[in-house]
């Protein structure tokens, strides 16, 4: 008997992001589409860069997962039109990465405040963090650095 589609994504749900492990493919919004062709379950991805160098982690992560709860037909396709932007992210990604400590992509291009104590007496220490979808901040009140998801 075939899972439903809402079984799926519960299940793709719980794949973390292999670059931050605290949000899963669907809170980052990079699973586009799950679907039943016949036999053959269609998940349809997109990165959220062309060159992102997880794309291959991920594809691989997404077959496990599936594979694991018995789905044998699979087939990964990758969807670059449109582009995956951070509005993508699901609002419950966003909570996750406040609480972990990494300030969610705001519109404005910077951190709204500090994850950890919630000043809006902020910093940018530099332009990029320790992936490329990340730059270092710190708040000038708590004196904590911390990431910051940067809008795309």
Not at 65 to 83: C, D, F, N
Not at 101 to 120: K, L, N, Y
Not at 124 to 132: D, E, K, L, Q, V
Request: proline share 9%.
């Amino acid at each position: 008997m075939q899972p439903s589609v809402d079984q799926i994504w519960t299940w793709l749900d719980g794949v973390p992001d292999p670059e931050i492990p605290v949000i899963s493919l669907v809170d980052l919004g990079i699973i586009r589409a799950v679907e039943w062709q016949g036999d053959t379950l269609q998940v349809t991805v997109t990165p959220t860069y062309s060159g992102c160098p997880a794309t291959s982690v991920i594809n691989f992560e997404i077959e496990k997962a599936l594979r694991e709860h018995g789905v044998e037909a699979l087939e990964l396709k990758r969807q670059l039109s449109p582009a995956w932007t951070t509005d993508w992210l699901t609002q419950s990604g966003r909570e996750k990465l406040e609480e972990y400590g990494i300030a969610p992509p705001q519109p404005a291009g910077g951190p709204a405040r500090c994850p950890r104590c919630e000043s809006r007496n902020l910093e940018r220490i530099s332009a990029f963090g320790s992936t490329p979808c990340k730059a270092q901040w710190r708040c000038k009140d708590c004196l904590e650095p911390f990431d910051y998801f940067k809008c795309i």
